[in-house]
């Protein structure tokens, strides 16, 4: 296929910025052609802002980007990447990306081209869609001038994604690009050209030779989108999330029996994805949403009496996230744990919302929470779905008052991420004892004591509940509360005297 390059309109809006004025200067002193190629023309073309720009030269990309980081303030270092003849640079909020044009060619079970140099046309056919393909040149006969090769403009009008050559070749040779144009549908909510989702259904097999963390990082994008259903609509669609995420393609469909009925949680998941996008723009606790009810398949069940249950799909769910994650290349720290804890706790706060709840049950759910409480209250806020309005009306009044009863108890009682006044340390010098059993029993007594109402969270009440369940363990304390006191303040004058001492024995 040939590529013509007929200008189109000027556009020299979009890079009138002094970095394309340095970039084109240092290209034409090495007599290198360079274009702004890609992404940045096209969001900006579509009125989004954007200082993330790749530029395309038909010669030397790392010199090219050496010389401009010269022109810089500061200087900035130039990354390098030889294998792929490329070279980046951050300067300020910008990134600047440095191409040299290419032709690649691909082997069946890698998609990491073999990249050679290659014209500036052999560069645009290479471009995996069309809205991506307009480029605008900063050579100084036509500074500023808009290209088109293939239809980009339209597309972008039409708001649709297409391939500028044949989409089952483009996906053959970079499956990721399947990704990719869900991606973008997800975010521009455009509208994939039917050829285009046709060949994805029939090369996502191919999805299997693409690294883990590069699929993961699709999803994030797709994720982060204002609506992020639109994306694993798609991805089930085309058969994509049945390789990638089959955990939530099995809680697909609706089953009924005896008149009993249960929703199709794939769908619920999608719904309740959607409504936490719109309450924050946390990436995890987005994630979270996403696998919240991921247990239901493998704990779905039939009672005659009760119907459809999921008993314990929330435990279930939350011992799934880890491998998940594993498998996805995905971080194993606190963002991985934040997301089990979450699918671990997303069903306590709805247990909340009946009539009659203690405060007991408040405070162990601020306690279990911790520093997630107001996470997982937004979770359990987005997982109030229905198809009857009034039934969520209900529901979210319910879930107000929890939420104050809640910021109630809390002001109150002070449980959140809260330390028992008695240490193990404390039991273990009370009864004279080594670290054993009873230590851990007695200070779980003590903290579930606080938890249920019995004692305050106070020093003088757990002391005192202390020697009433040590002696119930058959254990003997060496000092009254009052002895106990007066041995730690004789402590802590000891501690504070003895550097005094240290000093006066140093000076003699």
Same mark, same amino acid.
């Given at each position: ?182 991606? +973008?549908?997800?975010?521009? =909510? #455009? /509208?994939?050209?039917? %050829? $285009? &989702?046709?060949? *994805?259904?029939?090369?996502? @097999? ?53 008149? +009993?009925?249960?929703?199709? =949680? #794939? /769908?619920?998941?999608? %719904? $309740? &994805?959607?409504? *936490?996008?719109?309450?924050? @723009? ?227």
């Amino acid at each position: 296929m040939e590529v013509k390059l007929k200008p189109i309109t000027k556009a020299d809006a979009l890079v009138n910025d002094p970095i394309f004025r340095i970039v084109s200067e240092e290209a034409q002193k090495l007599n290198i052609p360079v274009y702004v190629v890609g992404g940045y023309v096209r969001d900006r073309l579509l009125k989004k802002p954007s200082k993330d720009v790749d530029f395309t030269c038909v010669g030397d990309a790392h010199l090219l980007a050496k010389r401009v980081a010269q022109r810089l303030p500061g200087k900035p270092h130039v990354a390098i990447y030889k294998r792929f003849r490329t070279a980046s640079i951050n300067h300020d909020d910008w990134q600047l990306e440095f191409v040299g044009a290419r032709k690649e060619s691909y082997s069946p079970d890698s998609r990491n081209p073999h990249v050679e140099p290659g014209t500036l046309e052999d560069d645009l056919k290479r471009r995996d869609f069309t809205i991506n393909a307009l480029i605008i040149s900063l050579n100084p006969e036509d500074y500023g001038t808009l290209y088109d090769p293939f239809t980009g403009i339209e597309d972008l009008k039409n708001r649709i994604i297409r391939t500028p050559l044949d989409p089952e070749q483009t996906f053959y040779d970079d499956p990721l690009r399947m990704l990719r144009a869900i991606r +973008f549908a997800t975010q521009l =909510n #455009f /509208k994939i050209d039917d %050829k $285009v &989702l046709e060949a *994805i259904s029939k090369m996502k @097999d191919r999805i299997q030779i693409v690294a883990p963390e590069r699929i993961s990082d699709e999803l994030n994008k797709i994720l982060m989108a204002e609506k992020p259903s639109i994306g694993f609509k798609l991805l089930d669609k085309t058969g994509l999330l049945d390789i990638i995420l089959p955990e939530l393609t099995a809680l697909k469909g609706v089953e009924e029996r005896n008149g +009993f009925r249960h929703k199709d =949680n #794939f /769908k619920h998941t999608l %719904k $309740v &994805l959607d409504n *936490i996008a719109a309450l924050t @723009d946390d990436l995890w606790l987005r994630w979270a949403a996403l696998l919240h009810d991921i247990g239901k398949a493998k704990t779905k069940a039939f009672d005659p009496k009760e119907g459809w249950t999921f008993h314990g799909h929330d435990a279930v769910g939350a011992k799934m996230v880890p491998k998940i994650f594993r498998r996805l290349h995905l971080p194993l720290d606190s963002r991985m744990k934040k997301v089990k804890k979450l699918v671990a706790l997303h069903q306590r706060p709805i247990a909340l919302t009946q009539e009659n709840v203690t405060d007991s049950g408040i405070r162990r759910l601020i306690n279990d929470a911790g520093d997630l409480l107001d996470d997982l209250l937004k979770l359990c806020r987005a997982d109030i779905t229905s198809s009857r309005p009034e039934k969520v009306k209900k529901y979210l009044q319910n879930f107000d008052k929890l939420e104050r009863r809640i910021q109630e108890v809390e002001e109150r009682d002070r449980i959140k991420n809260f330390q028992p006044p008695i240490s193990g340390d404390i039991i273990m010098k009370v009864f004279g004892i080594p670290p054993s059993r009873p230590v851990g029993i007695i200070k779980k007594a003590i903290k579930d004591a606080i938890l249920d109402g019995q004692i305050r969270n106070d020093f003088i009440e757990a002391f005192e509940f202390m020697i009433q369940k040590g002696k119930e363990l058959g254990l003997t304390p060496k000092y009254t509360l009052a002895e106990f006191i007066q041995l730690a303040k004789q402590e802590e004058m000891s501690k504070q005297e003895a550097p005094e001492t240290r000093a006066s024995k140093s000076n003699e």
